[in-house]
């Protein structure tokens, strides 16, 4: 339905206009990234490695105004790099050997950042 506005008004209503505009975008982008983030610590947890299971179990994500953050709870934060890129053994002080990375970060990372662009993009097309 066509509406008449004022030229006065012009101005007011492309701002009020932009601005719901603005929500609408801000509401899918962020309902996308935390279904993408919850897909996320699945994968993580179902592809990290496991020996006792705890650091398996320990990714989680927290959501706060910032965005969301996926990330290692408890002690375990310590390992995340260790396993991703592999380190060196130390025995008395000297390098005896390494051990080797199991890389399990990145792939999720890239896979669920690719997922969330298509998604964004799908979703504001329309």
Not at 23 to 43: G, H, I, L
Request: hydrophobic share 30%; glycine share 8%; aromatic share 6%.
């Amino acid at each position: 339905m066509r509406q008449w506005i004022e030229a006065e008004q012009l101005a007011a209503e492309i701002h009020r206009q932009l601005r719901e505009y603005t929500d609408e975008v801000k509401k899918t982008v962020f309902d996308t990234a935390d279904a993408v983030s919850v897909k996320a610590v699945e994968r993580l947890q179902a592809e990290s490695p496991k020996r006792t299971g705890k650091y398996r179990k320990n990714w989680g994500r927290t959501a706060d105004r910032g965005g969301i953050i996926i990330h290692q709870k408890g002690k375990t934060y310590r390992l995340t790099h260790l396993l991703e890129k592999g380190h060196a053994l130390r025995r008395g002080g000297r390098k005896v050997g390494e051990s080797p990375a199991y890389p399990h970060i990145e792939k999720v990372e890239q896979e669920c950042a690719a997922e969330y662009i298509a998604e964004v993009e799908r979703r504001l097309e329309g």
